[in-house]
């Protein structure tokens, strides 16, 4: 099997550098696009988030995800944490999404990569309210209270459908390595 | 080291997966994994991811600029880290942080050649001072010996003038009516918005937009255009009177494709990002 990116990196192959840019750049770029105030702070993110994956290069294991969902979680992790101190919680399209039903948008043909339609599959087994409350949260970047509000869902409601959807996704995707939450906050 | 402990583990986990933690669940979640390490294996992370690149479009690629100082980051960093390795290679991971701060330090803003740009930047200003200060003297020297031109009267048009003449004008005018938002909630707004891509111009018309105390609130257009991820900041403004108001909209960036405007009230001064959570009224533009 071919050596990949991240592991290439780690060793220190300079050229892996310029292939890791070509191949997820756009993901990191689209990422950071969507989950930052404006393109400036960005281009922040996206330079703070290619120093993640540098350092974290040598910890990817293919057995546990692929390369693209390592690197989004990288992303993701480094985009949360700036959206704590920015205290941004919504995304821009939002507004738009939520006029337009976003629990039509897991349509699996629409997606461009295989992560991304895989992860539609996984949603479309939810229970439609756990699929709406982990769009809102995880692809449009509204909190729980934001979620409450815009739903009109019990703020504990929100939480538990976050946390029995993102534990179904997790089994569903093959992530699951450990012992599932039982019970969990009442809805 | 209770059931009850392992459960809120795994909420935490979820929860940080999901929405991300207050700095005192972190705290919460550090204590729990020195009892159950086992369970922190990213999986609810990494879920999470997948589910975050629905519907995303990753056509547009990393801005050049951008990748070459990546690319620049990089070369410094495994610089850094090759050249300690020679040194040391029996420090802590925090050791290694500590000293990738110090030597990469992530302040590329604070360069030395920055500080050298910034440093002939303020000599290229001193000249430009004396260069235009003697421009200047020559110039009033100039005008003194020179007759004065009468200025040409300028006749200033109103708002509704101007929309007016910007729907007669150009071609490719979008028009909009004002809908709710929340049609459960409905605040009734009507009017209307124009836009012309060609002259990057146009104009919103309210009524029932209910007059604002402007100590508290200010309004604020958002442009949602197809090839913006972000809207696009359309200016503030207040509303005066009851009756009728027209107001040019005031657009931040070039606007390519509008598919929606909307109307929020927002603190005094507008905002940067709108927290949307009061939004007066939406208008969608038709395909």
Not at chain 1, 63 to 73: G, L, P, V, W
Not at chain 1, 79 to 97: G, M, N, T, V
Not at chain 1, 129 to 146: K, P
Not at chain 2, 72 to 77: I, T, V
């Amino acid at each position: 099997m071919a050596e990949t990116i991240l592991h290439r990196v780690a060793r220190g192959d300079k050229t892996a550098v310029q292939d890791c840019l070509s191949k997820y750049g756009g993901l990191v770029w689209s990422l950071a696009r969507r989950m930052s105030a404006n393109t400036d702070d960005a281009e922040d993110a996206v330079q703070e988030i290619f120093i993640d994956v540098w350092k974290n290069a040598e910890r990817f294991d293919e057995t546990q995800s692929s390369e693209t969902t390592f690197i989004a979680m990288i992303a993701r992790r480094r985009l949360i944490d700036r959206l704590r101190y920015a205290k941004r919680r919504i995304s821009a399209d939002s507004l738009e999404d939520i006029v337009s039903e976003p629990s039509n948008r897991a349509d699996e043909e629409m997606q461009t990569n295989i992560e991304a339609k895989d992860a539609a599959r996984a949603l479309n087994q939810l229970r439609p309210e756990q699929r709406q409350v982990l769009q809102l949260s995880i692809v449009q970047g509204l909190s729980h209270q934001e979620i409450s509000d815009a739903t009109g869902m019990p703020l504990g409601t929100v939480k538990t459908h976050a946390r029995r959807g993102i534990l179904q996704v997790r089994e569903f995707l093959g992530m699951s390595s450990m012992e599932g939450m039982k019970g969990g906050t009442a809805a | 080291m209770s059931e009850q402990e392992k459960e809120k583990m795994l909420e935490l986990l979820s929860d940080e997966a999901v929405f991300g933690l207050s700095d005192a669940e972190i705290a919460e979640l550090a204590e729990l994994e020195k009892n159950f390490p086992e369970l922190n294996d990213e999986s609810f992370e990494l879920a999470a991811a997948s589910i975050g690149m629905l519907n995303l479009d990753t056509s547009e690629p990393l801005p050049a600029h951008l990748r070459t100082k990546i690319a620049s980051d990089a070369e410094k960093y495994f610089a850094s880290r090759s050249g300690k390795t020679e040194v040391s290679a029996s420090e802590t991971p925090a050791e290694k942080e500590e000293e990738f701060q110090k030597t990469f330090a992530f302040e590329p803003k604070r360069s030395v050649w920055q500080w050298l740009g910034w440093a002939v930047a303020a000599a290229a200003c001193v000249v430009l001072a004396v260069n235009i200060y003697t421009t200047q003297r020559q110039l009033n020297e100039l005008a003194k010996a020179t007759p004065t031109p009468t200025a040409t009267p300028q006749i200033k048009l109103t708002a509704t003038q101007e929309r007016e003449q910007l729907i007669a004008s150009a071609k490719d005018v979008v028009q909009s009516n004002w809908g709710d938002f929340d049609p459960t909630k409905p605040k009734n707004v009507q009017g209307d918005v124009v836009w012309s891509n060609s002259a990057q111009k146009g104009f919103v018309r309210f009524r029932n937009l209910p007059v604002n105390d402007k100590t508290k609130e200010t309004y604020q257009l958002w442009i949602f255009d197809e090839n913006q991820k972000q809207p696009i900041d359309g200016g503030v403004f207040d509303a005066n009177e009851a009756g009728e108001i027209i107001i040019p909209i005031d657009a931040k960036l070039k606007v390519q494709k509008p598919k929606m405007f909307a109307v929020t009230a927002e603190k005094p001064g507008g905002v940067v990002v709108s927290p949307l959570e009061k939004v007066m009224a939406v208008a969608k533009v038709s395909a």
